[in-house]
T-cell receptor, first 116, second 114 residues
């Protein structure tokens, strides 16, 4: 079964450093998303991406964050100047249809980001 | 702005019994409701969905009920199995509107006791 692949599974970084989280969505999907989950809290929407541009972003997704689809397969989330409160699980997701249709999105297994 | 709410942070049931997970929402414009299951250190996995024009959808041991007048949906798992132990998230979205993002509830940790 097709899956969304995320790398690395765990990233530890110093506060103030930049990190890039990588995702390979399902190949025939057109809509891409980043969500995050701070430990013990809900899964929060960060950004959606379609047709090589951001279609929606949350208030969490400020100038510190950016997304890119550098080639036909990868979808990346860059966090500049990381802060302690950026520590979370970051999930990439993709879908064939806007909103995901009746089967929603397919999520990757996540990247655990720890900022020290 | 908590549009999707799961008021029970945890639920414990005996193996073989029914598990009922509840979810409330505030926005009557949602078109689809979904349930996701999440194990620790893994991403959410789609379980079952229901369109806003339906009141029930069944898939094997899993049934989702939608009560639009009460803005409430529930997930029934019968019979519950130890492997069902996970966090269950309710989610919803608008179709074709200004946004296409899934909005998640806070999750309910289900523990199925052998």
């Amino acid at each position: 079964e097709p899956e969304v692949t995320q790398t690395p599974s765990h990233q530890v970084t110093q506060m103030g450093q930049e990190v890039i989280l990588r995702c390979v969505p399902i190949s025939n999907h057109l809509y891409f998303y980043w969500y995050r989950q701070i430990l013990g809290q809900k899964v929060e929407f960060l950004v959606s991406f379609y047709n090589n541009e951001i279609s929606e972003k949350s208030e969490i997704f400020d100038d510190q964050f950016s997304v890119e689809r550098p080639d036909g397969s990868n979808f990346t989330l860059k966090i500049r100047s990381t802060k302690l409160e950026d520590s979370a699980m970051y999930f990439c997701a993709s879908s064939e249809a806007a909103g995901g249709g009746s089967s929603g999105y397919t999520f990757g297994s996540g990247t655990r980001l720890t900022v020290v | 702005d908590q549009q999707v709410k799961q008021n029970s942070p945890s639920l414990s049931v005996q193996e073989g019994r029914i598990s009922i997970l509840n979810c409330d929402y505030t926005n009557s414009m949602f078109d689809y409701f979904l349930w996701y299951k999440k194990y620790p250190a893994e991403g959410p996995t789609f379980l079952i969905s229901i369109s806003s024009i339906k009141d029930k959808n069944e898939d094997g041991r899993f049934t989702v009920f939608l009560n639009k007048s009460a803005k409430h949906l529930s997930l029934h798992i019968v019979p519950s199995q130890p492997g069902d132990s996970a966090v269950y998230f309710c989610a919803a979205y608008f179709y074709g509107g200004a946004t296409n993002k899934l909005i998640f509830g806070t999750g309910t940790l289900l523990a199925v006791q052998p």
